[in-house]
Each structure stands twice: as C-alpha cells, then as structure tokens.
C-alpha cells in the first residue's frame, strides 16, 4: 500500500500564491506518475497537474497553465504544486495522487485525503 499525505492548503486572497506539498510513503516502488486533483464546492473532481518520476516529464490543465507549476524530489519522495495569481475559482479540496501508469492521463491507484485551499475576492 502507499499513504499519501498532502499539506500547505490555507486562506489566500486573490492573486496571491500557496506551495502544497504532498509526500508519499509506503510501497513506493513502482509508482510511476504523481498528480493534483481540485474538487470545487458542489462540482466534480477534476485534473490539475501531473508530474512523471522517472523523467519529469509535466501535464497540466489548461485553466493553470502558466499560474501552476508541479515538481517532484525523488529523495524525500514528496511532490510539489506552486499555485500563484490564485482565483476564488481555485477554491476547493486538493488531492494528491498517485499511479503506477503513465503520462498523459493514467488511471490513480493511491488518494491522499485532501487539502483545503480558499481563495477570497
């Protein structure tokens, strides 16, 4: 099994900026892409960024592109989500993710429990 727990969530006021972090424990071995999934209050959840482990290789949404920047530490096995020029429409729980499959769009087989991010007008 692998255990995400994610971090860095909090209140922000438009156009500012917040770092989450999500670190990974476990069965880590194997686990080939880490993604960001933002459920909005009363919406779906839906894809953000993802990040490969081997090469770095980076997919993002096109709502975040150039405002959000995922990264990753091999060593501290703990990946990354930059979010600046943050929008009240960013509001929502963050999870972290985790999959054995590839890049772009592979299928989550670990779920951290979330992170709440709000961003006020």
């Known amino acids: 099994q692998v255990q995400l727990a994610e971090s860095g969530g909090g209140e922000v006021q438009a156009g500012g900026s917040l770092r989450l972090s999500c670190a990974a424990s476990?069965?880590?071995?194997?686990?080939?892409?880490m993604g960001w999934f933002h459920q909005a209050p009363g919406k779906e959840r839906e894809f953000v960024a993802a990040i490969s482990r081997r090469d770095a290789t980076t997919w993002y949404a096109d709502s975040v592109k150039g405002r959000f920047t995922i990264s990753g530490d091999n060593v501290k096995l703990t990946v990354y989500l930059q979010m600046d020029s943050l929008k009240p429409e960013d509001t929502g729980v963050y999870y972290c993710?985790?999959?054995?499959?590839?890049?772009?769009?592979?299928?989550?087989?670990?779920w951290g429990q979330g992170t709440q991010v709000t961003v006020s007008s």
């Open positions: 476990g069965r880590t071995y194997g686990l080939y892409t």
């Open positions: 993710a985790a999959a054995l499959g590839t890049l772009p769009t592979p299928k989550y087989d670990y």
